[in-house]
């Protein structure tokens, strides 16, 4: 049996980021991430998720693709985040994001 197989399995929305999962993503995903890196999958509640993978010693985190994700990945600057505990989900604060594209990716995602 592979080591890896008993990982725990952690689901990561964005809220809930902190800044060590957030430089593992950029660590990672230095240019970001494509579709062929997303993970899509059903939650408990039936419904389908697209992720994206990173994993540590002990745990395989599924962080919940957004654009919220993808702008704060691309604006990534680990001094921003000096101050606070690895493991502090209030330390990764939504970024600014324009109006018009937020509201043009919601209508992408109702498309899905």
């Known amino acids: 049996m592979n080591k890896r197989d008993?990982?725990?399995?952690?689901?990561?929305?964005?809220?809930?980021?902190?800044p060590?999962?957030?430089?593992?993503?950029?660590?990672k995903y230095p240019d970001g991430y494509d579709d062929e890196q997303i993970i899509s999958f059903r939650n408990a509640n039936n419904e389908i998720v697209d992720a994206v993978e990173v994993t540590?010693?002990?745990?395989k985190y599924?962080?919940?693709?957004?654009t919220k994700l993808a702008v704060t990945m691309e604006n990534y600057d680990e001094d921003?985040?000096?101050?606070?505990?690895d493991d502090d989900p209030e330390?990764?604060?939504?970024?600014?994001?324009?109006?018009?594209?937020?509201?043009?990716?919601?209508?992408?995602?109702?498309?899905?």
């Open 6 to 18: 008993n990982l725990k399995r952690v689901i990561v929305d964005f809220k809930k980021l902190t």
């Open 20 to 27: 060590e999962i957030l430089a593992l993503l950029v660590e």
């Open 56 to 59: 540590t010693s002990d745990t």
């Open 62 to 66: 599924l962080v919940k693709v957004s």
């Open 80 to 85: 921003d985040y000096e101050d606070f505990d």
């Open 91 to 112: 330390a990764v604060q939504d970024p600014e994001l324009d109006v018009e594209d937020d509201m043009a990716n919601e209508e992408e995602d109702d498309e899905d």
